[in-house]
């Protein structure tokens, strides 16, 4: 049988590209090992954790309330027993409660509490790293999402007024310092004096409430709505209602549509 030979560049280009058995043998292997050597490259998921306790208590134990499932103490992911001080009971049961919720299948994002108290035990009893924690928050004072106002529309500037003056009042009150706030993306940054007064009342913070601090900041985007909140000054659910301003300017303006919360 004669072939025809193909008397342009399209048709050499088309005769290269016609798997011949030997091109699409060594093609396929070449995909099966290019498979391989990504399936040995990608993790494996981590092993899905499931209840194995019956019962969880809060026990008093050598000057401290420990959470324990079935009788064993509870630990930190660096192995440390969670302790709870003895004046915090509240939190403790509160602890409880998240434990006990657990269904079948164990949810850490479910634990928040616990997730806290760890973080506090783990990463913040350390001086070096209390001071690059901070070190880190405190560039959110310099970018602070409720410092940076805009001046349209009329219901963003109600909704302003309403979540964020309330908190800047309180903190300038509270520390005698000044927060500078700005329309301008570029000029945010707060003075040398705000900065230092602002930072040496969050390094007296306790371990405990340094890691809700910066849980508080990292959601938020903003150091002065955090300090608010882990000050008692405002609730959760208002801390949650000024860190979207913007969105509930905007449902305000056109409506709740799917997703947008």
């Known amino acids: 049988m004669n072939r025809v030979l193909p008397n342009s560049i399209t048709g050499l280009r088309q005769l290269a590209l016609t798997p011949t058995p030997t091109r699409a043998l060594a093609t396929s292997s070449l995909h099966t090992r290019q498979v391989e050597a990504a399936s040995a490259d990608t993790p494996s998921p981590p092993p899905k954790l499931t209840r194995f306790w019956k019962n969880v208590t809060l ?14 103490s509870i630990k930190t992911p660096d ?6 001080p003895l004046e915090q009971r509240a939190l403790g049961l509160l602890m409880v409660g998240e434990w006990d919720s657990q269904t079948q299948a164990l949810k850490p994002h479910s634990l928040p509490l616990t997730s806290l108290v760890a973080r506090s035990i783990d990463g913040l009893q350390d001086p070096k790293m209390r001071k690059d924690v901070i ?10 999402a409720i410092c940076l106002h805009q001046d349209h529309p009329q219901a963003l500037i109600n909704l302003q007024l309403k979540h964020w003056r309330p908190v800047t009042e309180w903190i300038e009150k509270e ?25 040496a009342a969050v390094t007296e913070f306790s371990p405990l409430k340094l890691a809700a601090f910066e849980r508080a900041v990292m959601h938020s985007k903003s150091f002065l709505l955090a300090l608010a909140l882990v000050n008692r ?15 509930l300017s905007q449902i305000q303006q056109w409506g709740l549509v799917e997703d947008s919360k």
């Open 233 to 247: 000054q405002v609730s959760v659910d208002d801390a949650v209602l000024a860190a979207h301003v913007e969105v």
């Open 59 to 72: 026990e008093e134990v050598n000057g401290a309330y420990q959470i324990q499932l079935d009788k064993r």
């Open 79 to 84: 192995g440390r027993k969670v302790a709870i």
């Open 135 to 144: 070190a880190h928050l405190t560039r959110y004072l310099h970018t602070d």
């Open 175 to 199: 520390y005698q310092v000044r927060i500078h706030t700005t329309d301008q993306l570029f000029n945010m940054s707060q003075s040398p004096e705000t900065e230092a007064k602002l930072v």
